[in-house]
């Protein structure tokens, strides 16, 4: 296969059936939108929404030392995490710089899946491959043996609780087990990337189209509908939840991009990027970078990656995200600003667009929360 051509999953037939809109991400062709994104967005807000997520990264580490292996190559303590649990953490490069933004689950006592990126899958993999070296682990490429499939809204639990035999009222938030959904196995996580209550299902590829149909069949009656990446772009920065490559990047380390929480320098033993993430923790606490905060625009213009934050003529930030937000019904745009201009209610704070200083208010993140 030429380096060009684009990865299609298991439910490609299915997406142009359904006469989606594709597009190329990260080497993968993924449905964009089936209709309005607005509606899509809207339907996981208030009822459920379907995506196919198989163009992220599945890695599995293996072996009597895997915990030990993910402490080190990690910046997280992965050693409390329990069988059945998952957490959020990254990796990091030597200087503290972040390669990327992952979930790990532990799946059984000396069985973890990593589930990176779809943009850094094959870094990712290759940083662990390599930092395995002297542990008693093995780091398996395992992204053709899955496909995922995400249900997410406020009607997801019902609609999924009718196909599967899982508990689903035991399932904790960032927990996965496993369990047969429509029939077939699956690998059911309490996770996902829209601010919403929902599930992720791991499944072999060859099983992709039963369960999505299930899904659709179970769900159509409660308002789901199939929904593309633009959507979960826009339910992500409405949960202020960091995308690669825009809130985060391997210039930034987690203390600059106001995550130093996922970092772990309580567990035993060094771990990748320990040192210099020390220095960058002293450098956050004495006298802040940039802050990543919050955006809503006054008029109608919406910011893009790139543009400047000003303030009194001065450039004071960049815009990492941005775009329309359904549920505010404004524009909507998380940026990194000079920790002087970054307390909710800052004034005089706008957007460059297009030589057109933009007004907007600066708010914490996130915009959005659902009701428990």
């Known amino acids: 296969m030429s380096s060009n051509a684009p990865r299609h999953t ?198 992709a189209e039963k369960v999505w149909q299930a899904l659709t069949d179970a769900g159509t009656p409660a308002g789901l509908v199939p929904c593309g990446l633009s959507c979960r772009d826009t339910l992500r920065l409405e949960a202020g939840m960091p995308l690669y490559g825009h809130e985060l990047t391997t210039s930034l380390t987690p203390f600059d991009a106001g995550l130093g929480r996922v970092v772990k320098f309580e567990k035993e033993g060094d771990f990748v990027g320990r040192a210099a993430l020390e220095e960058a923790a002293a450098r956050a606490e004495q006298n802040p970078p940039r802050v990543l905060v919050g955006l809503i625009a006054e008029g109608r213009r919406v910011p893009r990656a790139g543009y400047s934050v000003v303030a009194g003529g001065e450039v004071i930030g960049e815009i990492t995200s941005g775009a329309p937000s359904p549920t505010l019904g404004k524009p909507i745009a998380m940026a990194y600003v000079d920790a002087a201009h970054a307390a909710p209610g800052t004034p005089g704070v706008g957007v460059d667009i297009r030589g057109s200083h933009e007004p907007y208010e600066v708010v914490a993140l996130p915009f959005y929360k659902r009701r428990k």
């Open 10 to 207: 298991a439910l490609d037939a299915l997406h142009r059936s359904l006469g989606a809109t594709m597009t190329d991400f990260a080497g993968w062709d993924m449905p964009l939108r089936y209709g309005s994104e607005r509606d899509e967005h809207l339907a996981v807000r208030t009822k459920a929404g379907l995506f196919d997520l198989s163009h992220m990264g599945e890695i599995t580490v293996t072996g009597p030392q895997a915990a030990e292996l993910l402490a080190f190559a990690l910046v997280g303590n992965i050693a409390t995490v329990g069988v059945g649990r998952a957490r959020y953490t990254m990796i990091c490069q030597a200087d503290g710089g972040i390669l990327d933004d992952l979930i790990v689950y532990r799946l059984a006592e000396h069985t973890y899946m990593v589930v990176a990126n779809a943009s850094n899958a094959q870094v990712v993999l290759d940083a662990l491959t390599e930092r395995a070296a002297g542990f008693d682990a093995v780091v398996r490429d395992d992204r053709d043996a899955y496909a995922l499939i995400a249900v997410q809204g406020p009607e997801s639990p019902g609609i999924l609780k009718s196909i599967t035999d899982a508990d689903l009222d035991g399932l904790k938030y960032y927990a996965g087990l496993p369990g047969t959904v429509a029939g077939v196995p699956a690998l059911i996580a309490r996770t996902g990337y829209t601010g919403e209550d929902g599930f992720e299902l791991f499944v072999a590829p060859a099983d």
